[in-house]
T-cell receptor
Framework: DAEITQSPRHKITETGRQVTLACHQT?????MFWYRQDLGHGLRLIHY???????NKGEVSDGYSVSRSNTEDLPLTLESAASSQTSVYFC?????????????FGEGSRLTVL | AQSVSQHNHHVILSEAASLELGCNYS??????LFWYVQYPGQHLQLLLK??????LVKGIKGFEAEFIKSKFSFNLRKPSVQWSDTAEYFC?????????????FGTGTRLKVLA
């Protein structure tokens, strides 16, 4: 069965360190998204991609970067982790070129920045 | 810019009670509307969606939602809730914004159903 997997599922890091969260999907979807989920804020869009070599900033992109070198993967990098980036991160994908459809979510990555 | 408002942050109901969760969005163009559910400890999954056609859409587990264009609303309903419906519910809008389509979520509503 097609799926979307995130790793690591849990990570503790220190302020200032670089962290990369992996996201891999086997749906062959063009569209991939990264969200963070925080109490009181719901899901907020960090970055998204509509295809290989395409990346776009979401509403809370500061301090994060992504790259899309193939269809399957969209790693999220925190250049210099800050305590404000402690959160649960969800990767998602969807098919459709012009109008993204239903989102399929990964299990989430819980990041703690000390 | 698009925005989604969910007015109820926490809802507590007894089993068999009826449920209605409000969702309003701010956007002037054509939108696609979704409700997602997140059961405790799990990832989000689609409950139902509206793209076009009949404004009353039915989803999984007895949920339905009505799109009222004039009110920019897409409220979620269920006639009789069960304990297993305890979860967080998110309304989402997908529409064109500054040339690209973006998926915007509301802040979520935590539903607790008492057995």
């Amino acid at each position: 069965d097609a799926e979307i997997t995130q790793s690591p599922r849990h990570k503790i890091t220190e302020t200032g360190r670089q962290v990369t969260l992996a996201c891999h999907q086997t749906w062959n979807h063009n569209n991939m998204f990264w969200y963070r989920q925080d109490l009181g804020h719901g899901l907020r869009l960090i970055h998204y991609s509509y295809g290989v070599q395409d990346t776009n900033k979401g509403e809370v992109s500061d301090g994060y970067s992504v790259s899309r070198s193939n269809t399957e993967d969209l790693p999220l990098t925190l250049e210099s982790a800050a305590s404000s980036q402690t959160s649960v991160y969800f990767c998602a994908s969807s098919e459709g070129l012009a109008v993204p459809g239903e989102l399929f979510f990964g299990e989430g990555s819980r990041l703690t920045v000390l | 810019a698009q925005s989604v408002s969910q007015h109820n942050h926490h809802v507590i109901l007894s089993e068999a009670a009826s449920l209605e969760l409000g969702c309003n969005y701010s956007y002037g163009g054509t939108v696609n509307l979704f409700w997602y559910v997140q059961y405790p400890g799990q990832h989000l999954q689609l409950l139902l969606k509206y793209f076009s056609g009949d404004p009353l859409v039915k989803g999984i587990k007895g949920f339905e939602a009505e799109f009222i264009k004039s009110k920019f609303s897409f409220n979620l309903r269920k006639p009789s809730v069960q304990w297993s419906d305890t979860a967080e519910y998110f309304c989402a809008v997908n529409g064109r914004d500054s040339g690209t389509y973006k998926y915007i979520f509301g802040t979520g509503t935590r539903l607790k159903v008492l057995a």
